[in-house]
């Protein structure tokens, strides 16, 4: 059973476009999401993370959006470029264990 | 400052054999965890660390053995490895077990069992 379910698998993107990946939860004791990127041949990394306490958390082109009455959140990416081609992952976590989501292949096009 | 490093980066086991993944982190964290990573199922932990001589069982815990005897440490042993344990491994650790914090990963392992 998927804690944490994550669309879409993949995601195609023009360069300046914006990314919008969405991930949904089940268990109401998660108390962090992280979002972590990942390059082929690399561990994740973690790139933004909130807490349900608050709805949006902006930092420079990456925002999370989450609503906590629909147990969703979201990853925007603003002004997408070829750098950002990566693998997506959001997790969510209780006591440090962390819960990811199956990722998102993002490929962004020049 | 190393981070998490993980050895060996590539190995090929033969059915039956057994082996153990190294982890070792050099941040004086105290939480540890292994996971598991296979196209379109993300990452999936599978034995986990709150500190030197205890651990618990992720989500996919069989056939895997782990133990803690220092921080800096957390082994995984495959005991008979099988084809359905090819796999990317990720050792990861963060500051601590009971409040939320950036987890670091290494590079991984890649698991071949023929």
């Known amino acids: 059973q998927q804690q944490v379910k994550q669309s879409p698998q993949s995601l195609i993107v023009q360069k300046g476009g914006i990314s919008i990946i969405n991930c949904a939860y089940e268990?109401?004791?998660?108390?962090?999401f992280p979002w972590y990127q990942q390059f082929p041949g690399k561990g994740p990394a973690l790139l933004i993370a909130i807490r349900p306490d608050v709805s949006e958390k902006k930092e420079g082109r990456f925002t999370i959006s989450f609503n906590k009455s629909a147990k969703q959140f979201s990853l925007h990416i603003m002004d997408s470029q070829p750098g950002d081609s990566a693998t997506y992952f959001c997790a969510a976590s209780i006591w440090g264990k962390l819960i990811f989501g199956q990722g998102t292949e993002l490929s962004v096009k020049p | 400052n190393a981070g998490v490093t993980q050895t060996p980066k590539f190995q090929v086991l033969k059915t039956g054999q057994s082996m153990t993944l190294q982890c070792a982190q050099d941040?004086?964290?105290?939480?540890m965890s292994w996971y598991r990573q296979d196209p379109g199922m993300g990452l999936r932990l599978i034995h986990y660390?709150?500190?030197?001589?205890?651990?618990d069982q992720g989500e996919v815990p069989n056939g895997y053995n782990v133990s803690r005897s220092t921080t800096e440490d957390f082994p995984l042993r495959l005991l008979s490895a099988a084809p359905s344990q090819t796999s990317v491994y990720f050792c990861?650790?963060?500051?601590?077990?009971?409040?939320?914090?950036?987890?670091?990963f290494g590079q991984g392992t890649r698991l071949t069992v023929v």
């Open positions: 990861a650790s963060s500051y601590s077990g009971t409040t939320n914090t950036e987890a670091f």
């Open positions: 268990n109401t004791a998660f108390d962090y």
């Open positions: 941040m004086n964290h105290e939480y």
């Open positions: 660390s709150v500190g030197a001589g205890i651990t």
